[in-house]
């Protein structure tokens, strides 16, 4: 894990470093982590980044909670294919990652926060319905009766207790379904993690929409 993530960890020291320096040594600190970056950022907290930097041992004491947003936290054996290479299996071993640990041992409040506003479907004219069984099938290994945010189904974006879930049924200010995200990645990515992606219409309700963070705001 360390090797494979170790862009996404140095990533995520350097803006803890910037928030000692900006707000000092005993700042609180709440982790948030959409998609990927949300088991990222247990990874991290679970000391799989096999880190011993200053900032990795102050970070330790100073993080409250931990936030997810549309995060997979697991890849099951019904998955037709694990998409992270073994890497989420390594982090859900880990029982240093586990929420009974975060949460009971080391007093961080973890939050994971998912939708269930889109179905998906293969025989379906809904352009979001089919793109989110083309993401579904393959994590879960099947489509019946699976929803999420059309891309993660809500089945694996949750953690076990203590860990608390936070299911997004819609934006409460506009009734809209709520998206994984708002943004399309492109090809160039591949190569390029950092390239910007195709921004989507402002109408387009994601976890960061207003209406939405509301939902989730208060697990901060």
């Known amino acids: 894990v360390y090797k494979t993530l170790s862009w996404y960890f140095d990533a995520i020291e350097t803006g803890l470093a910037e928030i000692f320096a900006n707000d000092g040594p005993d700042a609180e600190i709440c982790l948030m982590g959409h998609s990927i970056g949300g088991w990222v950022a247990r990874a991290y907290l679970g000391g799989l980044s096999r880190s011993s930097t200053a900032v990795y041992q102050q970070a330790q004491h100073r993080i409250k909670s931990l936030v997810t947003l549309g995060t997979p936290h697991s890849s099951p054996e019904s998955a037709l294919v694990d998409q992270t290479r073994g890497l989420l299996r390594e982090v859900e071993e880990a029982a240093t990652c586990a929420p009974q640990t975060l949460v009971e041992d080391r007093g961080i409040r ?3 926060v998912g939708s269930n506003s889109l179905e998906g ?4 004219t809904n352009v979001e319905e089919l793109v989110a069984a083309s993401s579904y099938l393959p994590l879960v290994g099947r489509l019946d009766n699976v929803v ?6 809500t089945e694996l974006a949750f953690l076990d207790s203590p860990a608390k879930a936070v299911m997004i049924e819609k934006c409460n200010l506009t009734g809209e379904k709520v998206r994984h995200s708002h943004v399309l990645p492109t090809p160039w990515k591949l190569w390029d993690g950092a390239s910007a992606s195709i921004s989507l219409p402002d109408n387009f309700c994601w976890y960061g929409s207003e209406g939405v963070v509301s939902q989730w705001a208060s697990y901060i």
Not at 121 to 124: A, D, E, I, P
Not at 148 to 153: A, F, L, M, R
Request: proline share 8%; with cysteine; net charge neutral.
């Open 110 to 112: 973890v939050t994971c």
């Open 121 to 124: 479907k293969f025989l379906s």
């Open 148 to 153: 999420g945010d059309g891309i993660v189904p």
